[in-house]
């Protein structure tokens, strides 16, 4: 039954849309795509569940499409949070390797793993995810795995990705309210990465930037490793509501002039030019174009600013060697990766999803690159539960999971 | 950074020059790079403050009054009177009623148009709230604006103990003046002089004049003066133009060896910014301009810009220096800020609701959140502006192109309404971002 192929669900809460990925993890360990669900979603502002009812019954929408297509039965998902209270973090740990040879065991790699990822976070914050960086053993750096090595200090860095509990429970709560189980939670913009990035890109130095609908999250690779995560809790959305705002139009045609006429950067042809919209009155109403060309490069520009901004003082735009990939519906605008070039600097363009065979159609658009990081973090977890090997240790971690999940 | 900042540096005369001197090629010769800034006192209000003005040192020759009140016309100082009006009311005034001081306007536009003839900037001051200064200041800046000038409107706003009727009419006079002027700065007399200061009434008047004549002075000066670091006026106007329902001017002077500070101190302890609705740490907008003579020293101007940015650090900021030679050792701070949102009116309203000398009802109007549309000047039809004025040229209809007003204040978060704000370095994201920068849409 599910001894052949493990199925590994991926499932986003986005502003916009609630989208369920199905993966399938074959008997050789590959990845495939098997089924993809999505529901317009409601009840979600800026990435965060606002109306459960709402949002309820998008998810149950989605995932019902997605079990329809993938003829399976959803049981657990890998959920992904964001919001503009995550925020990720560099911390050090230290330890000293007392072992009279001085040779350092996987001991000691746990040990200072273990008081790295002991951080000061405010009480009400859970970490997300801490993601172990490079080693330092006696000073000398970039080293990845220090076993066996000889040393007598070693240290490490995490990445820390944290938020507040309460509202991470929120979308957790929704989906355990559906009967589903959930395997872990990942932030939105590191499945993205995942699912974008080949290992080189990532040895090279690379940023994903998720424009979304609600919240715009990027993650910024160096050297292989996590160097730095955010989130701004902007996107889509505030576009369309400026457009709505500025053109005196509903919110549902401001959407549709954003995506019908929306262009990324102001150029010369659009001078003068306008739209003219029928209402529903059958009332005319002319929309300057250059104006909402303008409203849209200026809120698109400032996005990118705050992340040029936080990127240059993280101090990591100098490593970004293999550049920017853009991802979410916000990477659908045309001409966004000539702005984000401008503004940021080093070389744009819109992200493909790697390494994954399946529905091509949904390979192929940059807004599901989240639901299919999922998916693709799913099955580094699948296989890692697996790679343990052994009998007894299969049935532990059941075992285990079957007390978290209770 | 620096290439920038040097370019527009040496643009900036050029540029304030330029507007007016395409037009006519006349002045430019002799002095290429001074600006011409000319005053007009628009009413009995506007004829005093420009007497107080001359008194005060600025050219006569470059001060206009215009008025219907023949008596006060024939006793001021100003190089030129315009008489408005005459035919109807036979140099009595207008009694306060705007229309007659709108159409007595028009019948002078061409005076208007040969005084603001030349000018880089028209600086209109005028009292709202009587007849002909509310009805006639607006056309006066329509006229002043199509002759080439940029036009700057300094009215002063009455007493809360004029009356609710003075009060109204000054709203709408204000709003018509927003739409003509390129720069509206009100002054709000009961911020500047509190009426419950142990004063008689002349001296409240007089101070209030005095403290407004000082504000103007200093703006002509900052604009005439040779500018070291650039601070255009057309920069003002663009940083105010939507930021500009609760604007204010305030400014302070100091001499000495600590002038610096001490003008710095007395801008902040200024009792507009005191007393009134619009502090610094809550304005959208802040210009400053620091004004001294030959020996202002980098030292003062940068502890005068500290002084005022570490209060409003979030919002956008303009800074200039000037040089006057008039100045000699004292030093000015010229101070505009500005903010989007509600009409200061409305704080008024909120404090004494509806209490209506004339009509005595408790009227809903007054508790109604106004609309942020501002409506366009009423228009005229022909017979009616006939009947006012036997010869006046009828206003012509013309669709000019108008800044759009959008609603600022009730900054509708739309679909972000009910979510937490998104705060960023005290800016609040989920407004767009056009109109927080101040950027115009046409």
Redesign the interface.
Known sequence: MFDSATIVVGLEIGTSKVCAVVGEINAEGALNIVGLGQAKSRGV??G?I?DTPMAEEDVRRAIVEAEQMADVEIRSVFLGVTG?HVRGFNNRGVHPVVSADREISEDDVRDVIKNAKAINIPAQNHVIHAIRQHFSVDGQDGISNPVGMLGSRIEVDVHVVHGMVNRLQNPIRLVKGLQLEVDDIVFGGLASSLALLSNEQKELGSVVIDIGGGTTEYVVYANGIIKHTGV???GG??I???L???LKVP?SRAEQLKIEHGSAVMDDSVKGQSITLSGETGAMKVI?L??LR??MH??L??IFQ?VAQDLDHARVLDYLRAGVFLCGGGARIPQVAQLAEQVLGVPVSVGKTHSISGLKSALDQPEFATGIGLVKFGSFQQRKRSGKGGLSSGIKSTLNQFFRRS | MNQNDSTSVQEVPSEVVASPCTAEQVAPLTHPAKPVIRVIGVGNAGTNLVDVLVKKGFPAGECAVLNSDLMSLTSSVAGQKITIGTKQNRGLGCGGDAERGRAGAEGCASEIAAFCKDATAVVIVCGLGGGTGTGAAPVVARHAKTAGAIVLSIPAIPFECEGALRRRLAEAGFKDLRQEADLVLPFYNDRAVSPNAPKTLLDTYKSANEMLAGSIRCVCNAFTAGSVMGLPFSDICILMRDRSEDCMLVTAEAEGTDRATVAADALMAHPVLQGGNLTLADADAVAVCVLGGPSLGIGEVNKVVERTSVESASSPFLMGAAIHLEMDDRVAVVLIIGKVGQASAETHRTTQPARDPWTGDVSEPAHRPKSRHVPPPPEMTQERARQLHEGARARKVSPRMRQAQ?ALDI??????D???P?I?KGED??I????R?G?P??
């Open positions: 502002r800026k965060e606002v503009g701004l809790a902007l959305d505030h369309s509501n400026d709505a705002y500025g919110l300057n250059e104006n303008r409203i200026l809120r520009e400032e705050l | 959008l900054v509708s978060k739309g679909r972000f009910r979510s937490e998104t960023h994201l989920d767009p971002t056009y109109v920068r950027i849409l046409n």
